[in-house]
């Protein structure tokens, strides 16, 4: 009999979560569009507004401060062209929906993947008009959370507003944008248990004014314009909520993560976790051995049933060397790096299974003799 698969991708895209699930379900059941003023569509509004509070509440923003988006990527696209800001800057680490599709400097980070501030202070005081910062709270691939607080209150000083990519962050620690005092926020559904395709972009001032990227129908207070996934924006209330809810047992995660690695560690000579000397979410760990490439493990991984990934899933499949190892000068290690990343179903025996298979692939290639060229 097959072993049952073990799905250890949660940062690409988590495991869908039951109550989710049911709320998409039943949001699929209101015919009515959100902006008919018949009974269905203030049946459709309010399953509307319900989602748009609470996920402001989870962040602690108001509810007229949350623009519904496709997604994380152009919640990003929003922040980074609705303001009009024409000098942007952001760390070496940020998603490509940042660093691609304009002229954006880049802020260097150190060998962990944590953002220089001293860096970031030079290009705020060499510039010649207020900038727009862009910087994660934590990163997609490391799993290295960034000094949010620090780099808003830097910008601060220089007149520079603050965009923070929360999207890997929501869900497996504290989201709050007036504490973190940034002036917007990132977030997606599909990395916390909810549908993908469904996302938010949350302004910490809800009149503050963004030019919208899609125009025509003026939904979403004439910043996105669009009928508005009910469904999916259903699911990503019911699955944010869920998270949110479970942090005080994210430790959990956290232990298994760390097991996971110790026994990597005891079983793999030369292991290197990425980011290990820096804080990080407790489900992610990005590790390399020397000798392997990225390809060949997860080719090997996925033979055994095991889900894992090598860097951003927002490359159409490809398996490339990562940018984010590459910024923190471990280019060398980079072409043998892959991600693990835990979440809400992980269990023990996913992390045994994974560390079996890992250790049985790495020993074997690592000890098979070398081929001479003839």
Same mark, same amino acid.
């Given at each position: 009999?097959?072993?049952?698969?073990?799905?250890?991708?949660?940062?690409?895209?988590?495991?869908?979560?039951?109550?989710?699930?049911?709320?998409?379900?039943?949001?699929?059941?209101?015919c009515?569009?959100?902006?008919?003023?018949?009974?269905?569509?203030?049946?459709?509004?309010?399953?509307?507004?319900?989602a748009?509070?609470?996920?402001?509440?989870?962040?602690?923003?108001?509810?007229?401060?949350?623009?519904?988006?496709?997604?994380?990527?152009?919640?990003?696209?929003?922040?980074?062209?609705?303001?009009?800001?024409?000098?942007?800057?952001?760390?070496?680490?940020?998603?490509?929906?940042?660093?691609?599709?304009?002229?954006?400097?880049?802020?260097p980070?150190?060998g962990?993947?944590?953002?220089?501030l001293?860096?970031?202070?030079?290009?705020?005081?060499?510039?010649?008009?207020?900038?727009?910062?862009?910087?994660?709270?934590?990163?997609?691939?490391?799993?290295?959370?960034?000094?949010?607080?620090a780099?808003?209150?830097?910008?601060?000083?220089? $007149? =520079? /507003? !603050?965009?923070? %990519? +929360?999207?890997?962050? #929501?869900?497996?620690?504290? &989201?709050?944008? @007036?504490?973190?005092?940034?002036?917007?926020?990132?977030?997606?559904?599909?990395?916390?248990?909810?549908?993908?395709?469904? $996302? =938010? /972009? !949350?302004?910490? %001032? +809800?009149?503050?004014? #963004?030019?919208?990227?899609? &125009?025509?129908? @003026?939904?979403?207070?004439?910043?996105?314009?669009?009928?508005?996934?009910?469904?999916?924006?259903?699911?990503?209330?019911?699955? =944010?909520?869920?998270?949110?809810?479970?942090?005080?047992?994210?430790?959990?995660?956290?232990?298994?993560?760390?097991?996971?690695?110790r026994?990597?560690?005891?079983?793999?000579?030369?292991?290197?976790?990425?980011?290990?000397?820096?804080d990080?979410?407790?489900?992610?760990?990005?590790?390399?051995?020397?000798?392997?490439?990225?390809?060949?493990?997860?080719?090997?991984?996925?033979?055994?049933?095991?889900?894992?990934?090598?860097?951003?899933?927002?490359?159409?499949?490809k398996?490339?060397?990562?940018?984010?190892l590459?910024?923190?000068?471990?280019?060398?290690?980079?072409?043998?790096?892959?991600?693990?990343?835990?979440?809400?179903?992980?269990?023990?025996?996913?992390?045994?299974?994974?560390?079996?298979?890992?250790?049985?692939?790495?020993?074997?290639?690592?000890?098979?003799?070398?081929?001479?060229?003839?």
């Amino acid at each position: 009999m097959a072993a049952t698969p073990v799905y250890l991708d949660y940062n690409a895209t988590a495991l869908p979560r039951p109550a989710a699930i049911a709320a998409v379900t039943k949001a699929l059941g209101l015919c009515g569009n959100p902006s008919s003023v018949h009974g269905f569509g203030r049946a459709a509004r309010r399953c509307l507004e319900d989602a748009r509070e609470a996920i402001a509440a989870l962040v602690g923003a108001t509810p007229a401060a949350v623009v519904f988006t496709s997604g994380g990527t152009e919640a990003n696209r929003l922040a980074l062209q609705g303001l009009g800001r024409r000098r942007i800057l952001a760390s070496a680490v940020e998603h490509p929906s940042v660093l691609q599709g304009g002229t954006v400097e880049t802020i260097p980070v150190d060998g962990e993947g944590v953002v220089d501030l001293a860096a970031l202070e030079r290009l705020l005081a060499a510039g010649g008009e207020p900038a727009l910062v862009s910087v994660m709270l934590a990163n997609n691939e490391t799993g290295v959370i960034q000094p949010l607080s620090a780099v808003a209150e830097l910008a601060r000083r220089h $007149g =520079a /507003l !603050v965009h923070g %990519d +929360a999207v890997q962050a #929501l869900g497996k620690i504290e &989201v709050d944008i @007036g504490r973190l005092g940034v002036d917007l926020l990132s977030l997606s559904a599909h990395k916390l248990g909810g549908p993908q395709g469904v $996302g =938010a /972009l !949350v302004l910490a %001032d +809800a009149d503050r004014e #963004l030019r919208p990227l899609l &125009v025509g129908g @003026g939904q979403e207070r004439g910043r996105r314009s669009g009928t508005e996934n009910l469904p999916g924006i259903a699911g990503f209330a019911a699955a =944010a909520v869920e998270a949110v809810a479970e942090l005080p047992e994210i430790g959990r995660i956290g232990a298994l993560r760390d097991r996971l690695e110790r026994a990597i560690r005891n079983t793999v000579p030369g292991l290197t976790v990425f980011g290990a000397g820096a804080d990080r979410l407790p489900n992610t760990s990005c590790l390399a051995v020397p000798g392997l490439t990225a390809q060949s493990v997860l080719m090997a991984l996925d033979l055994a049933g095991i889900a894992v990934s090598s860097g951003s899933a927002c490359s159409s499949g490809k398996v490339a060397p990562s940018h984010v190892l590459t910024a923190m000068g471990r280019e060398v290690l980079a072409g043998s790096a892959i991600r693990v990343s835990l979440g809400w179903a992980s269990r023990g025996q996913d992390v045994d299974r994974f560390v079996e298979a890992f250790g049985q692939l790495a020993n074997r290639i690592r000890s098979a003799p070398a081929v001479s060229a003839a």
